[in-house]
Structure formats: C-alpha cells, structure tokens
C-alpha cells in the first residue's frame, strides 16, 4: 500500500497527464498518486513515460464505471484524496454520439461519488477530516454569452447546451448533491479551454498546429467569431492543486486565463508563429490553410470566466501569457513528432474524415 496517496481518474489524458508530472515534478509534500483510466482514445500511457517507472507512481487500468473496481483500489490505497479528470470531452464527439458521454461522466461521475461516500464513512479521524474529492469540470455548464455580458461567476446559472456540457452539468449537480446530502467532502472547479502538451489533436489548438505543419487545410467552424477564454494547462494544474489544499469544502471555483480571444485569433497566432519557426513549409505563409467550414450545430458563442473568488480566497492567478504559452505549446508540438505520429494513426484518421470529410 502507498501510504499518503492520491487517487487521479484519468490521468492519461491531456490534463490529467499534465496534473501528474506537475504533482510528482513539484514533491508536492511526498504524496504518491495512483491513475485510474481505462484508455480510451484519448488516454495515452507515452504522455507519462517520463514517471512510469518513479516509485511514487502507480497506474490502474479501469473504468470509473466500475464499481467494484473503484472499491478495490480505494481499499488497496487508501487515497487522501480523489481528483476526478476521468471524462468524454470532445464536444463534437457528443453531438455525433452521447451514449458515452453519459455512460462516463454522468454514471462514472456517480459510481465514483458511491464509492468515495462508502470509503469515507469508514474513515476516522484526521483521514476522515481531511479527505477531498475534488471534481473537475468546465465553464461549458453555464451556457453561452453575447459579446457584452458580464463573465460567468461561481453563482450563474447552469444552462448546457451540447450532450457534453448537459453531462457534466448532471455531474456537477451529483457532486454537489452528495455534499449537501451526505457531507462527502467535495469541491468543484469549472475551468475554461487549457492548451498545451499533450492535448488530443481533435481540439481547436494541436488541430491547427498539426494541419498548418502538413500543409492541409485549417478548419474554422462559422465565421470564426465565437469567443473561447484560454488557459496554459500549467497553470490550471496549479489552481486544482490551491483548491485541493486550500479551498473551502463544498463549494465550486471558477478558473480561467482572463485570455479571451477568437478562433480566428487563435488560429492567425499559430500561423504567425510557424510562419517563423517553419518558413520552409509547403504553404507559407500558413493562414493561407484556413478554411471556413460548416459551423458545429448549437455552437456556443462566448465563454469568459470571472475569477475573483478564487483570486480572493486562494491567491491563484495565471502565471503564463497566452503568447508564452502559444510559444511553448508550438515548439513543443514541434518537438515531439513520435508522439504525433503515435495518436494520429487508425481511429485519428477516422475520426477527422466523419468529421471534416478531409
Ligand atoms: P481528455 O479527453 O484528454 O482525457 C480524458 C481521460 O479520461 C482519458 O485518459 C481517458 O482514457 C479517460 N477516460 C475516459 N472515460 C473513462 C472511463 N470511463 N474510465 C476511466 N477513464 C476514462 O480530457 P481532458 O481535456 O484532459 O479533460 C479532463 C477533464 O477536464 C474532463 O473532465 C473535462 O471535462 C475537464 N475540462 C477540460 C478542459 C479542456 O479544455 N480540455 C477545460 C475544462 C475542464
Ligand atoms: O471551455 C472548456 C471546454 O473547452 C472543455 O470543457 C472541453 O473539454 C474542451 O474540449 C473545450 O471545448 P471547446 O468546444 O471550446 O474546444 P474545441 O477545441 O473543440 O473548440 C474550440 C473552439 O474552436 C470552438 O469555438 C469550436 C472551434 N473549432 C474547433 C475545432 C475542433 C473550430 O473552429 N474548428 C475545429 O476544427
């Protein structure tokens, strides 16, 4: 048994990933971590090579579905706490098919939050006291915003509008339930889009990196308007980690990079940076890729997170700018063509013709 451990549900996944390295990089006071995924597409074990042989690192592979096995390796390692990654997050895949999207973050969110409650109620003492089960979600639950709303705070009201964020939205709302009705030790923090290494080239950002380096067309949903709050992956490891050890039980923290901006920003700033790290590219320069494309139906317009409370209370702020950030996130795609090469093969390839017919 690891004694002083924490148990992270998909952590080979983008953000999950970074989490780990982040954690066992920083010592983060000698605590082991044990990672629960059942390697969907999106779970990849190379994002971790790095630590998989580091003694404070265990890995389970399971589905949070799973009751039975959630129980056991609650019981075999005795976690202090659980962070909860383990997700369906690609809205577009939600609207050609949900039936995951349910399965796993609504009733994996729940068999997770049953199991947590029975492992609890067995604890004593200080391990009882301080026992967090800290769920992760996204700003996507509170709908969308016009150009001149105000941000989203802690207290607006919920109102998803794809099969993804009506999901989380349900577990969410578990979350706070088995607070409010059980005094499971709970915290939520609802983020808005991270990028940088390691992000599944499904998504706006490794996208667009990915099809400017091959010279294939970069797809622009609508009239690339709709307005996404971008954070440094980093940075949102770092809020998780001040909300674990500092936040206030049951309550939810909104976290974001104060960092609006455009798809077609987004998109101009990574042709713009390639266009000067790859001036020898078969398109140059690389805007010259994009392409308008038919919009994502019910496509949200605007997300902007206000993050004041977390500001006030914990003392987090982003450290990174998006043009460091965008840098990094450039160069280190740039870096890592094995990596690449390892998730854009079969189902990647699958993937990007149902839904661009590219
Ligand atoms: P991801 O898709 O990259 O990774 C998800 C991970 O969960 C994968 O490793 C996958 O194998 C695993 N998983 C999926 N179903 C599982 C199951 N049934 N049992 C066990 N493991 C399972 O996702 P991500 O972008 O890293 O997001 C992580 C979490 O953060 C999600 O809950 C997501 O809703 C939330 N979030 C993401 C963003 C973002 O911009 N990516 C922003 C805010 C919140
Ligand atoms: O806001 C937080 C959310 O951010 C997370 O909860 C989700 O898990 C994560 O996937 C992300 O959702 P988005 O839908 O905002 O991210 P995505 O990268 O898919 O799209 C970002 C924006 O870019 C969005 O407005 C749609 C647009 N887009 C996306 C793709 C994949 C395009 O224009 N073209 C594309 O090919």
Redesign the pocket.
């Known amino acids: 048994m690891l004694r002083n451990s924490i148990l992270v ?2 952590g ?5 990933s970074n989490f780990i390295l982040n954690w066992l990089r920083a010592g983060s006071g000698g605590d082991a971590i044990v990672n ?5 597409y ?2 990849n074990l190379e994002n971790l090579e790095k630590i998989s042989s580091d003694p404070r690192y265990t890995f389970a592979k ?4 799973d009751r039975r096995l959630i129980a056991e390796v609650l019981a075999q390692h005795a976690p202090r706490a659980i962070v909860h ?6 809205v577009d895949r939600s609207i050609h098919g949900p039936d995951d999207f349910i399965r ?1 973050n609504v009733n ?1 969110t729940f068999s997770l939050l049953e199991e947590s409650r029975a492992y609890w109620n067995e604890l004593e003492g200080e391990k009882k006291r301080d026992f967090r089960f800290l769920h ?3 700003d996507e639950v509170y709908g969308s915003l016009t150009a001149d709303d105000p941000a989203f705070t802690e207290t607006t009201a919920y109102a998803p509008n794809s099969p993804y964020s009506a999901s ?1 939205a349900a577990s969410d709302h578990l979350v706070r339930a088995y607070h409010h009705t059980y005094g499971l030790p709970t915290l939520t923090t609802n ?4 990028y940088g290494p390691f992000q ?1 080239p499904e998504k706006l950002i490794p996208l667009t990196i990915l099809n400017a380096l091959a010279g294939k067309p970069i797809p622009v949903y609508g009239d690339g308007k709709n307005v996404r709050d971008w954070l440094y992956v980093e940075d949102h490891c770092e809020a998780i980690c001040a909300v674990l050890h500092h936040g206030r039980i049951g309550e939810t923290y909104n976290i974001g990079g104060m960092n609006e901006k455009t798809n077609l920003e987004i998109v101009d700033s990574i042709c713009s940076a390639l266009d000067t790290m790859r001036p020898n590219d078969s398109v140059v320069p690389h805007s010259h890729l994009i392409k308008f494309v038919a919009d994502r139906p019910g496509h949200d317009r605007r997300y902007a997170m206000d993050i004041g409370k977390i500001k006030a209370e914990l003392g987090w702020t982003p450290r990174h700018s998006f043009e460091t950030g965008i840098r990094e996130t450039v160069e280190w795609y740039l870096a890592n063509s094995a990596w690449i090469a390892g998730v854009t093969s079969g189902s990647y390839r699958q993937w990007m013709a149902k839904q661009y017919s590219l």
């Open positions: 549900t998909g080979a996944g983008f953000i999950g629960v995924d059942n390697l969907t999106a779970g399971g589905d949070i579905v990654f383990a997700a369906e997050s690609h796993t994996g992760v979600s996204t989380k983020c808005s889009n991270n599944f």
